[in-house]
């Protein structure tokens, strides 16, 4: 008679990084299908009111609808949002990877340890880097709409103002899986002077 064994807390958080990776890819697919049959852009774009009424109505953006977008137009809607996303799916393969060899090989594996401090580097890294990246590709993107398709009462402004939250919560990330790392490799460091002593 085989006995079934209950899910660990790992083994259900691997099946939940799974279905996220799974998810990801299923939302890459869609967007791509909508890209390549799209006859039109839309996307919200910074703009400065007229005089008088920018202090009534600061940071306010206004959607922009761009028919027969150019082949460069369409492929800066695309990197406005791929550059994160791109960085969110490596970090949940790199997860996976932790998982899974915290369940072969222990929690204190070194394995562990160095995919934890990749983590790091990749949240950190990459995930300020895809800030600065699509903050360029949107400055571009709005640069490039001309004025006769922005709302009478609206002025495009030359510049994206860059979202310095994201910016911070991505430099979270980076410090929060390099104390994580360094947290275990004290565990690890502890158990193999404990392992002396006994």
Do not use: C
């Not at 072969?104 to 990459?126: E, M, Q, S, Y």
């Not at 979202?163 to 104390?179: H, Q, S």
């Amino acid at each position: 008679m085989r006995v079934l064994r209950r899910p660990t807390w790992l083994g259900a958080l691997q099946l939940a990084i799974v279905g996220g990776l799974v998810a990801m890819a299923a939302i890459g697919v869609v967007n791509a299908v909508a890209l390549a049959t799209t006859r039109s852009i839309e996307f919200a774009m910074p703009v400065a009111t007229a005089p008088g009424l920018a202090t009534e109505i600061g940071g306010v953006t206004v959607q922009v609808v761009v028919p027969g977008p150019t082949g460069w137009q369409l492929v800066a809607h695309a990197l406005v949002s791929f550059p994160t996303f791109a960085v969110i799916v490596t970090l949940l393969a790199l997860l996976l990877t932790v998982v899974h060899r915290a369940r072969r090989g222990g929690p204190f594996d070194t394995a562990v340890i160095r995919r934890l401090r990749l983590l790091a580097g990749v949240g950190l890294i990459g995930g300020v880097a895809a800030q600065l990246a699509e903050f360029f590709v949107r400055a571009q993107l709005t640069a490039s709409i001309p004025e006769d398709q922005i709302p009478y009462n609206w002025q495009a402004q030359s510049h994206v103002d860059i979202d310095l939250t994201r910016i911070g919560l991505w430099i979270l990330v980076g410090v929060g899986f390099m104390a994580f790392a360094e947290v275990v490799n004290r565990g690890r460091t502890l158990r193999a002077e404990l392992d002396a002593v006994i």
